[in-house]
């Protein structure tokens, strides 16, 4: 179906309602520090934002940041959200979590957060976060969550220095009451550049995401990469050679997501309300104050969001490998490569059996 004729909705929106944090993590794409941030959305703002969507879309929306708990008015922001009928989800830094705070999350309509943990231990886990106690406070705002019966998710961003450690970050968060393990793959943004040298090589890449597949069915929580977008197109070769194809009736909602869902079905609002395809890659698609806060237009209209669309029309191997309708590559890490938004997943270690030619061709019948 070609990019025109299909509808196209947000159905996850990660809003950066602050960029203010009490950590330094070597990774952050936002290169976050304690602020102040000057020209940041106010309350009222936010509220006009969330109401034009409310107007043609009830998503998913995660607070974050920073740490978004760094803003006074974080559960008012919720629980308006909440009432509009989205589902509020935040990712917090874990320290300034409390049994209070979790009430407070509570009552304001959150549903669920993510806590990072990038080590199987507090050695390798302050190393990362580069904040002395940083795993004792991720914990601690652990132990306040599952005290509280408030859902969490553990997310690990992976490089060199901690994708040995996978499997036991895995069994801790299955240890701890996690609802969810999400591993991140690196994408060089923010501070996120200085790790450039520590990203895993393509190959190991490839067999990091044949290991997740390999854990799926065996393990008590969901279990999914995030920004490791040729997960879909592995998941559905290992399915195939068990001669099972992917559809919804079989696989339910693993069939319908797909990879990159930048400007496709998530968006990403920074904290002075610039929007994105993702936090990853910094591309305006639009201004909320200039645009009146009608994030609607923005979403039908931008020119970058229709290119992420039309994914017959990116660079090299992305535009016509017959897995790009599932996987669509990463387009922030294509950028971070080449400094080309459509070019085609540097991570990526497929060939794809369809050629240029042969790709033009079936577009056009």
């Known amino acids: 179906m070609k990019p025109e004729n299909k509808i196209y909705l947000p159905r996850l929106i990660a809003w950066e309602i602050t960029r203010s944090c009490e950590l330094n993590c070597i990774h952050c794409r936002a290169a976050a520090r304690f602020g102040p941030y000057p020209n940041e959305l106010t309350t009222e703002e936010i509220f006009r934002t969330m109401s034009n969507i ?10 974050t940041g920073g740490d978004p708990m760094m803003r006074k008015d974080v559960f008012e922001i919720a629980k308006y959200g909440t009432d509009l009928g989205f589902r509020m989800v935040m990712s917090p830094c874990g320290k300034l979590m409390t049994d209070n705070t979790v009430q407070k999350m509570l009552n304001a309509g959150i549903k669920r957060i993510s806590i990072s943990i990038d080590g199987a231990t507090a050695e390798s886990h302050d190393r990362f976060r580069r904040v002395p106690g940083a795993f004792s406070e991720a914990m601690k705002g652990i132990d306040a969550a599952g005290r509280n019966g408030l859902e969490f998710q553990i997310n690990t961003t992976v490089t060199e220095q901690n994708v040995h450690e996978l499997s036991r ?18 994408v060089p943004t923010g501070r996120g550049k200085e790790l450039a040298k520590q990203e895993i ?7 990091v995401l044949n290991w997740i597949y390999e854990q799926r069915d065996e393990l008590p929580i969901q279990f999914k990469p995030t920004c490791a977008p040729h997960y879909y197109r592995i998941f559905r070769q290992r399915e195939k050679e068990k001669g099972r194809t992917v559809t919804p009736d079989t696989h339910g909602f693993e069939a319908m997501t797909k990879g990159c869902m930048g400007g496709q079905s998530f968006a990403f609002i920074s904290h002075t309300g610039k929007v994105q395809i993702c936090g990853f890659l910094e ?57 080309d938004y459509l070019d085609e997943e540097p991570y990526c270690i497929y060939e ?9 061709m079936e577009a056009a019948g």
């Open 169 to 186: 970050i895995l069994k801790l968060a299955i240890e701890v009451g996690a609802v969810a393990f999400n591993p991140f793959l690196l």
């Open 54 to 63: 409310s107007g043609f879309v009830h998503p998913i929306i995660i607070l």
């Open 352 to 360: 794809p059996k369809l050629k240029p030619k042969s790709a033009v």
């Open 283 to 339: 591309t305006e698609c639009g201004d909320l104050r200039r645009a009146n806060y009608n994030f609607e237009h923005i979403w039908q209209t931008s020119p970058v969001f229709l290119q992420m669309r039309d994914q017959d029309s990116y660079h090299g191997r992305c535009g016509y490998c017959e897995y790009r309708n599932v996987c669509g590559g990463c387009r922030a890490r294509a950028y971070a490569t080449t400094g």
């Open 201 to 207: 090589s393509p190959v190991e890449y490839e067999k």
